[in-house]
Nanobody, 117 residues
Framework: QVQLVESGGGLVQAGGSLRLSCAASGSTSSINAMEWHRQAPGKQREPVAS???????NYVDSVKGRFTISRDNAKNTMYLQMNSLKPEDTAVYYC???????????WGQGTQVTVSS
């Protein structure tokens, strides 16, 4: 099993920046892909960014050019650098990891990001 703890959320004005962290523990050697998802009030949870074990990244169109996902495997930590934040980025951001060889998924508890206009 893998345990995930997010941190770094908070309140920021539009145009500001935040860096989220996701620290993994437990069976970290089984982690394959790592992802960030977010859920705004009244909306469905959506994937924001992902990074493969080889470092390949993908982003939802709405954050391309503003967000950067990265991972430090030695520290078992994933990051999401968020720049030029907009009010529509306001959501709870969740860390998610996929494991191998068993295709299991694990979620963190989430961290709140609030962007004021």
């Amino acid at each position: 099993q893998v345990q995930l703890v997010e941190s770094g959320g908070g309140l920021v004005q539009a145009g500001g920046s935040l860096r989220l962290s996701c620290a993994a523990s437990g069976s970290t050697s089984s982690i394959n892909a790592m992802e960030w998802h977010r859920q705004a009030p009244g909306k469905q949870r959506e994937p924001v960014a992902s990074i493969s074990s080889s470092g390949r990244t993908n982003y939802v169109d709405s954050v391309k050019g503003r967000f950067t996902i990265s991972r430090d495997n030695a520290k078992n930590t994933m990051y999401l650098q968020m720049n030029s934040l907009k009010p529509e980025d306001t959501a709870v951001y969740y860390c998610y990891v996929n494991t191998r060889p068993w295709d299991n998924g694990y979620w963190g508890q989430g961290t709140q990001v609030t962007v004021s206009s």
